[in-house]
Nanobody, 125 residues
């Protein structure tokens, strides 16, 4: 099970940290990703992390501004978002995949089999 939190309203240039609380996984080597969906747009991959070796990948639109990380106990994955822009406004989802090796493919929604409910992030201009 995945449960997101930390969304909200922030001004342009501000920061937010999203959390994805993870339960029910007994393996160490799998991928957790953050994806987002704005109204009228397709779901977009933001970042992903391998829960074993912490390998990460980022979408081009967030590189240098967002950072994905996990707690040592592997129970929470974070998305630190800095220098937020109005175009970052979206519902943010965390998702998990246990089958595939972590790669840039995890910046798409295709490989994920488990999803959280989403958390809204709104950036005002």
């Amino acid at each position: 099970q995945l449960v997101e939190s930390g969304g909200g309203l922030v001004e342009t240039g501000g920061s937010l940290r999203l959390s994805c609380r993870i339960s029910g996984y007994t393996i160490n080597d799998y991928t957790v990703g953050w994806l987002r969906q704005a109204p009228g747009k397709e779901r977009e991959g933001v970042a992903c992390i391998n829960m074993n070796d912490r390998t990460t990948y980022y979408g081009d639109s967030v590189k240098g501004r967002f950072t994905i990380s996990r707690e040592n106990n592997r129970r929470t994955v974070y998305l630190q978002m800095n220098n937020l822009k109005p175009e970052d406004t979206a519902v943010y989802y965390c998702a998990a995949d246990v089958d595939l090796i972590t790669s840039t493919f995890h910046l798409t929604s295709a490989p994920y089999e488990t999803w959280g409910q989403g958390t809204q992030v709104t950036v005002s201009s």
